[in-house]
């Protein structure tokens, strides 16, 4: 078993197609289809169920693909390891992030470290909060930004308290709410919502403060970005909720402050195995130490690069 051979096998997964896997790998069909065919008699099974319209992956070919995954990124990992031994920052930085992370300027961020690491590929999945952590956790991503309902923490990684923040109402501008500064969340209980996915995090933290307040809403548009909230409150299809500071500069809302607001709590989460050198170099340019989270009830760190907020600290998460 070879590592060329797990690659192929990845990339055939995830285009669902040879031709397409062949292309991506630079190599001809034949000699991809040959080395899967030569790993598929080694295994003793097929890890692809092959017809004229479509390619996809046996049972035996899932387990297979996720534990080369893993031994692929462990590679990358050494030899990232290796390079950052004579002081060389290599290999990839892979970011998540929630679309409305606020507490990081993440692109200016990303574009320093690029200018600091060129030799690094980044790359960067937006997402919400439990997709991001799922994959910090199995090891796809090296670090992610997540927007947590103050009751909640991740699980399982290290981590590091950015901000802490409120929710706003917003309201199209012709709006019959548009003419009042604040409300609470009782005097909202007669209106058509558009928000996040029930399920989400980014819901889960409005549900909580309603059901507090002993409301029951009705939320008509579920959406799963914040710009489609942003565009069918504007149509006003509904009331929406967002974080303040997100919605600072967003043109076409009227924003309302909420006396009994929900609140969300930003968190800068990598894993517990500890940082590769990459992810090890961009926290560091954040001011977060990465080797490990301190012990519970360790001094905070000096804040990093954040909008407002409290001053940010680190936290054990694992398992909790």
Not at 13 to 39: D, G, K, M
Not at 179 to 202: K, P
Not at 277 to 288: E, N, S, T, W
Not at 292 to 311: C, N, V, Y
Request: charged share 25%; aromatic share 4%.
């Amino acid at each position: 078993m070879e590592l060329q051979q797990m690659r192929y096998v990845v990339a055939v997964a995830e285009t669902a197609n040879f031709t397409r896997a062949a292309e991506r790998c630079r190599v001809v069909q034949s000699a991809l289809s040959h080395q899967i065919a030569r790993l598929e008699r080694e295994l003793g099974t097929r890890l692809f169920d092959r017809t004229s319209r479509r390619v996809r992956l046996t049972p035996a070919g899932e387990a297979f693909l996720l534990a080369a995954r893993q031994a692929l990124d462990a590679a990358d990992r050494a030899r990232a390891e290796v390079a950052a031994v004579s002081g060389e920052i290599r290999g990839r930085l892979a970011i998540g992030a929630i679309p409305t992370v606020t507490a990081v300027d993440l692109p200016n961020a990303l574009k320093d470290f690029h200018v600091r690491h060129p030799q690094v590929r980044i790359t960067l999945r937006l997402g919400g909060s439990a997709e991001m952590a799922e994959r910090v956790r199995q090891g796809t991503l090296d670090v992610a930004f997540l927007g947590l309902p103050r009751s909640a923490q991740p699980k399982g990684v290290h981590g590091r308290v950015l901000a802490r923040g409120e929710l706003v109402a917003v309201v199209a501008p012709g709006h019959p709410l548009a003419a009042a500064a604040d409300v609470d969340l009782r005097g909202l209980s007669d209106e058509v919502f558009v928000d996040f996915s029930a399920g989400t995090a980014g819901r889960a933290q409005s549900d909580e403060a309603f059901a507090a307040a002993g409301v029951v809403r009705d939320v008509a548009f579920e959406v799963t970005t914040p710009d489609l909230v942003v565009r069918l409150v504007r149509l006003g299809l509904g009331v929406g909720m967002l974080p303040a500071a997100y919605v600072t500069g967003v043109a076409g809302l009227h924003v309302i402050e909420l006396r009994d607001p929900p609140t969300r709590v930003e968190h800068m989460i990598w894993s517990r195995l500890g940082p590769s050198p990459a992810a090890a170099a961009f926290l560091a340019g954040l001011d977060v130490p990465a080797a490990t989270a301190p012990p519970r009830g360790a001094t905070p760190e000096t804040p990093g690069p954040e909008k407002g907020g409290a001053p940010p600290d680190e936290v054990e998460a694992a398992g909790r």
